[in-house]
């Protein structure tokens, strides 16, 4: 190991910073986040570090470095975009046996900097011994997208409550499931959910019940459009932590491939032969099964649970239950295709507003407003709509939309086989047929439809005629 971490207390103890630029006012911030006591020696200052000075938040040296400037200081950060000035600074404080950093300078440096992820108190500081940086930087990514900004809040709970869990579990076994329990049960999902009294409410209750109850939870995850980039962190997180997953049908591989490895993946598409109500029904009894059973569930569905998701009423059922849950929006067929085929949804001289719209228009369901549909200025995004182009389109016409009016009709958006098939309307039902469309496709239909042509820039494009 070429360098030994350490964590340092700096409250109150003198820190010299050497330079007065956009660097050293960088380095003294995060010092004085640390609460250390800043000087900082330059021949001129930054205005923020000028101001800092006038509030009386760091004291000020003029001038070129002097070694008397180390007087009384626990360690110096050299700034100074002059590498022999930083070299005498550094010579000065070795001779102290002051510990020095240079910034970017692993040579001149006798302690380093380290890519830090901050769920304080929680800090996670990562270093590739001055060799790799930019590896450091990546690997710091990488924590960053895997810890939820409340675990901070966590640790700082179980920090208050830390005599109490010791008394009311002396076997140390006991107290490690107890933590494990608290990391990954209600009181971590209270605070997640924005609930601190709650979460403090769940923590001491459970400490008076000596062993705690298993107590699963399910998470509704909206999983995009198929572009495993197109996840949040929230729903990376979830996958990571899941005991199960019951998922759609489309959801991409790309997607359960990021998921545990040893979850449980259960796929609860519509069976054969098996009605949407059968299937719905079997959905909310195994969620509330697994959950009862102290798992810990994600719901995963295609775009967003809450647009054509049903996910209202699986958390309906929930509630009634007593299963706890969170839910993780998603990005939605209608904003992925239009990103990814190049179509603003809203345009200041093409449209105004924007509509979703299940496109199931049997005549005996039909209460789609059409005279509405039919104006112009605004976009139509039809779901579900392949198999009824025809009827869509001619209802569309009868009620006043122009023939000209552009559509686009996206074919597995966001994925690697997405197509986007592009026309007017008059001529859609036709094109689409004579290319092939298939489910899942959504159609988008309003004067926007007319840049993607122009703005595309994914996948493969066809300009129907
Ligand atoms: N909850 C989902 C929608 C479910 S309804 C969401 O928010 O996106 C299913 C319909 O969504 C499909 O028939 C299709 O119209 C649309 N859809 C979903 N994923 C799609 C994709 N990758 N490309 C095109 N359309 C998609």
Known sequence: ???????????????????????????????????????????????????????????????RFDPAWLDDIWLVVAATDDRSANATVSDAASARRIFANVVDDPELSSFQVPSIVDRSPVIVAISSSGVAPVLARRVRERIESLFDHTLGQLAALAATYRKRIRASHPDLGARRRFYDWLLDGPVAGFLRQQQPAQAEAALSDALDTPIAPADGSVVLVGAGPGDPGLLTLKALRALNEADVILYDRLVSDDIMSLARRDADRVPVGK??????????????????????????????????????????????????????????????????????????????????SVRLITAHCREDEDNLDWPALAREKQTLAFYMGVGQLDLLTRRLLSHGRAAQTPFALIENGSRPEQRVLSGTLEALPRLAAEHGIHSPALLIVGEVAGLAPKLQWFGQHLEGR
């Open 1 to 63: 190991m070429k360098l030994f971490p350490i964590f340092a207390d700096l409250k109150n103890r003198r820190v010299l910073v050497v330079g007065g630029g956009a660097v050293a006012e960088r380095k003294t911030l995060a010092l004085l986040e640390a609460a250390a006591d800043v000087v900082v020696g330059a021949p001129e200052l930054t205005p923020a570090l000028t101001a800092l000075a006038a509030d009386g938040r760091i004291r000020y040296l003029p001038g």
């Open 271 to 352: 069976l054969p032969g098996e009605n949407h109500h059968a299937t719905q029904a079997r959905i909310h009894a195994l969620l509330v099964e697994h959950a009862q059973a102290g798992r810990r569930v994600v719901r995963l569905k295609g775009g967003d649970a809450f647009i054509f998701g049903r996910g209202g009423e699986e958390l309906e059922y929930l509630r009634t239950h007593g299963v706890r849950y969170e839910v993780v929006p998603g990005i939605t067929a209608a904003l992925a295709c239009a990103a990814y085929a190049g179509i603003p949804l809203t345009h200041r001289e093409h449209a105004q």
